[in-house]
């Protein structure tokens, strides 16, 4: 027969164990570059100039308005209302809320109430005015009415 050859085989293994360290990754440095240099603007000397003060445009304190009308429906006129057309060259919807006065001509008596709203279109300029006591006399229409701006 035949006879085989015993042949044992001994593996030597080299597991050495790595002594080697996960380095880090390096990032790439660059060289930091130098912040943008703010310019500082100095001041000049601490003299103060004086400031010129402002010359305002002397407005009109009062707009001249007439009383035209009654406020008045078809039945009945409301006495402490008139209608009033703004003679003066201002926004008449900026005049809503304001107080205004009405001397009356030959005569010491002063009738005092404020602009209740805009009356009309737009293009007509009319606004209408509250009396503050009691109603508006007849004579009072076609005065000339100062609302205080």
Same mark, same amino acid.
């Given at each position: 027969?035949?006879? /085989?050859?015993?042949?044992? +085989? %001994?593996?030597k @293994?080299t597991?050495? !164990? +790595?002594?080697?360290?996960?380095?880090?990754? !390096? @990032? &790439?440095? /660059?060289?930091?570059t130098?912040? /943008?240099?703010?310019? +500082?603007t %100095?001041?000049?000397?601490?003299?103060?100039?004086? *400031?010129?003060? !402002?010359?305002?445009?002397? $407005?009109a %304190?009062?707009?001249?308005?007439k009383?035209?009308?009654?406020?008045? &429906?078809?039945?009945?006129?409301? @006495?402490?209302?008139a209608?009033?057309l703004?003679?003066?060259?201002?926004? =008449? $919807?900026?005049?809503?809320?304001?107080? #205004? %006065?009405?001397n009356f001509?030959?005569?010491?008596?002063i009738?005092?109430?404020?602009?209740?709203?805009? =009356?009309?279109?737009?293009?007509?300029?009319r *606004?209408?005015?509250? #009396?503050?006591?009691?109603g508006?006399?007849?004579i009072a229409?076609?005065?000339?009415?100062?609302? =205080?701006?």
């Open positions: 027969m035949s006879e /085989k050859k015993k042949t044992t +085989s %001994t593996k @293994t597991s050495k !164990k +790595s002594s080697v360290k996960a380095t880090p990754k !390096k @990032t &790439s440095t /660059k060289p930091k130098a912040s /943008k240099a703010k310019t +500082s %100095t001041k000049k000397s601490a003299v103060k100039k004086p *400031v010129a003060t !402002k010359k305002t445009s002397k $407005k %304190t009062t707009v001249k308005a009383i035209v009308s009654y406020r008045r &429906s078809n039945r009945l006129q409301v @006495t402490n209302q209608i009033a703004i003679l003066d060259d201002v926004n =008449h $919807k900026a005049l809503v809320g304001r107080k #205004f %006065t009405l001509e030959g005569s010491d008596a009738a005092k109430g404020i602009v209740s709203a805009t =009356h009309g279109q737009i293009r007509n300029k *606004v209408r005015l509250r #009396f503050e006591k009691g508006m006399a007849g229409i076609n005065q000339i009415a100062e609302i =205080h701006i």
